[in-house]
Structures are given as structure tokens and as C-alpha cells.
């Protein structure tokens, strides 16, 4: 999924921006680090999950009990106060700030997270942005 496609996923669900926010790839794509992704995944809060829970939206609970996982499509989960710092509006989307993408990826801890990291340092680095 490329910009176009993930902020037609996200707009479509028509939910108030302080509901939710995207994280993890769907991000990394808005704010230009990666071209694409290969799912949206976003944060919301209790409220919005209550609301998808009443909704019979399927779910589960976090290995570490922190809150509700739930799965809209086969590419787009939501994840229940899944967020580190704040979120930012891009393109008119609340989007995890570059310091919570950061360390949300740095608490994940995979293969990949590290390479995203790598990509959001340098990203700051080369257009000099030591606050962020």
C-alpha cells in the first residue's frame, strides 16, 4: 500500500481524529521514510475500542494484557492505547510522532524495527532535526 492507498483506508473509516492513529508502517509511509507497506495497523483509544468491540468487531487481548487487539480487514488491525509520545495530523491523519515511532520500533525490537530505526536516524540526520 502506497500514501494514496493507505489514507483512502483510514479516511474511509470516518472516525474522529482523536480516536486513533497510525503507527508502525502506514507511518514510516507518510512521512516519506519507506514507499510503501504491506498492511495499516493503528492505535485508539479505550473508547474507539469499546465502540469496535459493541460493534462485534473480532478481537483478542495483548500477549502482556495492555489492552485489545482487534482486525478490521485482513490488512488493517488496531491496536488499543498502542502509542508512545503523540500523535501528529499529517495529510490530515493523526500519525505517532517520529519519537514514538522511534521507540514503539525500538520496544518491537525485530530485524526490521532496527532497519526502520536506522531509516528514521537518518532521516533526522540528513535533514537536521535533533528535536523531534
Known sequence: MNKEDILRKVQALHWPEEDY???AGGAMVLYGLRPET???????????ADALEAAGVPFRY???GSGRWF?????????ENWLE???VLLDGVPVVSLRGLR???????REKDWRDIACID????????DRY
Open 38 to 48: 504491506h498492511d495499516v495497523d493503528l492505535g485508539c483509544t479505550t473508547a474507539r
Open 103 to 109: 521507540e514503539m520500533k525500538r520496544a518491537l525490537g
Open 122 to 129: 537518518a532521516f533526522l540526520r540528513d535533514n537536521r532535526i
Open 21 to 23: 492513529w497510525l503507527v
Open 71 to 79: 482486525t478490521l480487514t485482513e490488512d488493517m488491525e488496531v491496536f
Open 62 to 64: 495483548m500477549d502482556d
Open 85 to 87: 509520545d503523540r500523535a
